[in-house]
């Protein structure tokens, strides 16, 4: 069974009714899961950062569960489909302000960066826009990290300075190609919001 740990008790609904909606739309759980751990990591590891709090936390981690659900309908679009699912279902018990936080934190997970012209992205207050780029970035080089769909990132440790962004990465195969090219691709928004260079260092633990 899926093992996704939400920080705070008052949690554990709203974690447990995406992890049956994304059942419920044939996900790919193994993907899921290691793009949401990774993402989690991500979060943990730039806090100093960052300095976003539990609730972020919690939007990340449901939007990493929700990322590719859009899949159902197709490859094409996905991530904008996982957005309209998001604000739509029934089956999620939140309120509208966060199934439009979650919904475009997984809508940015891949393609089109965070930007005013987009309709559900202008109608938030400022803050929350940051919020959304921040927990973008962190998704976007989540989901890179998982290129193959192989899971063949085992950990990650993240090293910050003034001027770069290091993720060490420890793979659990002689290489990763896949996902080497993909992180950095899409670690385009990590480098807007936190204006550093992100450089990735990868080490093979067999």
Known sequence: MESFTPMLPEHENVIHSCVQL????????EHTQQVTRLALLLFDQMKSLHQLDEKERFWLQCAGILHDIGW??????????????IQTTQLLPLDNKERLIIGSIARY?????????H????VLEPAEQE??????????????LDASHQSRVNDLSVHIT?????IRCAIKTLTAIEEEISATNKSD?????????VYFRWKSIL
């Open 22 to 29: 994304a059942r419920t739309l044939e996900y790919e759980a």
């Open 72 to 85: 159902v309908e197709g490859w094409k679009g996905h991530h904008k489909t996982s957005l309209r699912i």
């Open 109 to 117: 997970h891949r393609k089109a960066l965070p930007d005013k012209t």
């Open 119 to 122: 309709d559900h992205f202008a």
């Open 131 to 144: 919020k959304v780029k921040t927990l973008s970035a962190l998704l976007r080089v989540a989901d890179g």
């Open 162 to 166: 003034k001027k770069r962004i290091l």
């Open 189 to 197: 928004l990590m480098v807007k919001v936190f204006h550093r260079t």
